[in-house]
């Protein structure tokens, strides 16, 4: 079993539509920032591999519970988080794929514990099996390295600073990557972020760009984690 877990409703539709025999099973009415939130989990087939879909909502709280009950309802093999992502290097653009083979959270801080992604207090590596899947796919547009993580947009320049001068490396940003990487750590489940860009966090203007892109460079992901799953 594979589980892939998305933030946001775009994120979902982008593999649960690629996925074959597909059936919904609902577990419970959660209470969210809207209102009510759907705890949904859609199951199905990719290849004849047995995964599941579930949409947790925004943010590393959300993420974490949602990846929690994921490994206790379906005790999955991989857990892929799937969705999109800021770029934060120059040379990563709008459309390209993120592959993390480690993730930080950039917005922790804990006087005394290192802050980098060598750091065991706020970091997690990535599974090395799906990173190899991605190098013989020989994808273009596809880059392997770190991401970070935060319960921000990153929209502006203290915040770029903080990340440049503790994780000069990392390809991307977005919110959810190491808290699902974190719970999956705990439970012992190897775990993968797929990031498509959708905006680029050194260019002005970011927010918007991000809302234009945010479909077709889901679709991407998608496509491409329905690729990866297909050769496990």
Excluded at 54 to 80: F, N, S, W
Excluded at 169 to 187: D, F, K, P
Aim: aromatic share 10%; with cysteine; glycine share 8%.
């Amino acid at each position: 079993m594979i589980g892939i877990i998305c933030a946001m409703i775009e994120e979902r539709d982008s593999i649960v539509s690629l996925m074959e025999d597909v059936s919904v099973n609902f577990e419970r009415l959660l209470n969210y920032r809207e209102g009510t939130f759907n705890d949904e989990y859609y199951e199905g087939k990719i290849n004849g591999r047995d995964v599941v879909v579930h949409h947790c909502g925004v943010g590393k709280a959300a993420a974490a519970m949602g990846t929690q009950m994921l490994i206790e309802r379906y005790h999955p093999d991989l857990v892929i988080n799937l969705g999109c992502a800021g770029s934060l290097n120059e040379n990563v653009h709008v459309g390209d794929i993120v592959i993390a083979d480690k993730t930080a959270d950039w917005d922790f801080f804990v006087p005394g514990w290192p802050r980098n992604f060598d750091s065991i207090y706020i970091a997690n590596k990535c599974s090395e099996m799906v990173i190899e899947i991605v190098k013989e796919l020989n994808y273009k547009n596809i880059h392997i390295g770190p991401i970070v993580s935060g319960d921000q947009f990153i929209m502006d320049d203290d915040q770029i600073f903080i990340i440049k001068g503790h994780f000069e490396q990392a390809l991307a940003g977005e919110m959810e990557g190491n808290a699902v990487a974190t719970a999956c750590y705990m439970y012992g489940v190897p775990c993968s972020i797929i990031r498509s860009i959708s905006d680029e966090t050194l260019v002005n203007d970011n927010l918007s760009q991000y809302e234009f892109n945010l479909v077709e460079v889901c679709n991407k992901a998608g496509r491409l984690c329905y690729d990866i799953i297909s050769r496990l």
